[in-house]
C-alpha cells in the first residue's frame, strides 16, 4: 500500500519541501549530534512517516528524523527493514528543548500518537518493523517510561496490555532522504490520508497546548 506513493515521490520529490532543514548524504539523512540546548529522544511506533509529523508539531521540538532502530543490522535500507530480517523498527529521533518540553511531557505524545495495546503492527502495518518502543537513555527516562505505561493500564481498566518495548537507547541508523518529511511533502497520498493523518488528527486533539500553533490553524 505504501509502494505507490513511492513510485509517485520520485516525480514530486524535487519540488516538495518539508517543514524542516536535515543533511543529507549519500541518500540518507544524518543523524547529527544534539546541540548544547537540546536533548534528545529515540521513538518507534509504526510508520515512520506519521511519527515524525506528530512529533515535529510539538512546541519545542525543533527536529525530528526518521530512521531505523531495535535491532542488529548496521545501516540497513528500507527495503532490508521492510523484509523483516534486521530486527529494525521504523523510529524517528527527536530533538527537544527540555526547557520547553519536558521527556515526560513528549513521551505521553508518544504514546498519544499510536496504538500502544497493538503488537507488532499499527493498524494495516503489521510486523515486528512497525512494533511500538520507547528507547530511554538514563534511568530517569526509565522511571518515566514506566510510570505512563502504569497510568495507561489504569486508563484502560487493565483489560488491554501495553505492547511497547521500554529499552535501552544504543543506536538508530538514519532512515533515506524520501521518507524524511515525507507526511507534508506528500499529503495528497491515500496512505497519508487515510492511516497517517488520524493519528495527526489524534494528537492535536488530545495534546492542543502542546502544538505549535501554526499547525491548529
Known amino acids: 500500500m505504501r509502494w505507490t506513493a513511492l513510485f509517485f515521490l520520485s516525480i514530486i520529490l524535487a519540488s516538495c519541501n518539508g517543514g ?5 548524504r549519500n541518500g540518507f539523512a544524518v543523524i ?7 536533548a534528545v529522544a529515540t521513538y518507534a511506533g509504526g510508520c515512520f512517516w506519521a511519527m515524525q509529523e506528530c512529533m515535529i508539531e510539538l512546541k519545542g521540538v525543533h527536529n525530528v528524523i526518521s530512521g531505523y532502530a531495535g535491532g542488529s543490522k548496521a545501516n540497513p535500507t528500507y527495503e532490508e527493514v521492510l523484509a523483516k530480517n534486521t530486527g529494525h523498527a521504523e523510529a524517528v529521533q527527536v530533538y527537544y528543548d527540555p526547557k520547553q518540553i519536558s521527556y515526560e511531557q513528549l513521551s505521553r505524545a508518544f504514546f ?22 520507547a528507547f530511554y537513555r538514563n534511568e530517569k527516562e526509565r522511571r518515566i517510561l514506566h510510570q505512563l505505561v502504569e497510568q ?13 518495548e521500554i529499552i535501552p537507547f544504543k543506536v ?14 506528500n499529503t495528497w497520498d491515500s496512505y497519508i490520508m487515510n492511516v497517517s493523518k488520524p493519528k495527526v488528527l489524534k494528537l492535536r486533539k488530545e495534546m492542543p497546548e502542546f502544538i505549535k500553533p501554526e499547525y491548529l490553524r
Open 152 to 164: 495507561l493500564l489504569v486508563k484502560n481498566d487493565f483489560t488491554k496490555s501495553i505492547a511497547t
Open 20 to 24: 524542516q532543514k536535515l543533511e543529507s
Open 32 to 38: 547529527r549530534a544534539a546541540k548544547p540546548d537540546e
Open 112 to 133: 498519544a500518537s499510536h496504538d500502544p495495546t497493538q503488537f507488532n503492527r499499527q493498524g494495516p502495518d503489521i510486523g515486528s518493523d512497525y512494533r511500538s518502543i
Open 172 to 185: 538508530i541508523y538514519p532512515a533515506e532522504t524520501e521518507h524524511q518529511d515525507y507526511y507534508p511533502k
